[in-house]
Nanobody, 130 residues
Framework: QLQLVESGGGLVQPGGSLRLSCVAS????????IGWFRQAPGKEREGVSC????????YYSDSVKGRFTIYRDNAKNTVYLQMNSLKPEDTAVYSC???????????????????????WGKGTLVTVSS
């Protein structure tokens, strides 16, 4: 069964850190571009980060740049989102999604459109509150 499962969410105080994980099963992440998305209550889904197959190619939205880091561990078939200096406005359900890039030519200069991805996780809730 092909699936993505996120974990690592929870309640954290402002200024704290969390690391989210997105584990793929039934397929290998090696050939995929991965995006992290979030949706806060009453708001539209927002793409926050992207990582391509090209070493060092990542993208971050302005709202998280300098605070979040995306990285992948292909040996573990996992992609991570390290979130530091969290703010209350970071509260949302975070989900990962992937799109195939067999040619290895995709370049993250933005987060891919969520509806155009191939597989989606169900998400993990992050709550930033004192």
């Amino acid at each position: 069964q092909l699936q993505l499962v996120e974990s690592g969410g929870g309640l954290v105080q402002p200024g704290g850190s969390l690391r989210l994980s997105c584990v793929a099963s039934g397929f290998t992440l090696d050939y995929y571009v991965i995006g992290w998305f979030r949706q806060a209550p009453g708001k539209e889904r927002e793409g926050v980060s992207c990582i391509s197959r090209s070493v060092g190619n990542t993208y971050y939205s302005d709202s998280v740049k300098g605070r979040f880091t995306i990285y992948r561990d292909n040996a573990k078939n996992t992609v991570y989102l390290q979130m530091n200096s969290l703010k209350p406005e970071d509260t949302a359900v975070y989900s990962c999604a992937v799109v195939a890039d067999y040619s290895g030519t995709y370049w993250c200069d933005g987060v891919p459109n969520y509806s155009g991805m191939d597989y989606w996780g169900k998400g993990t809730l992050v709550t930033v509150s004192s």
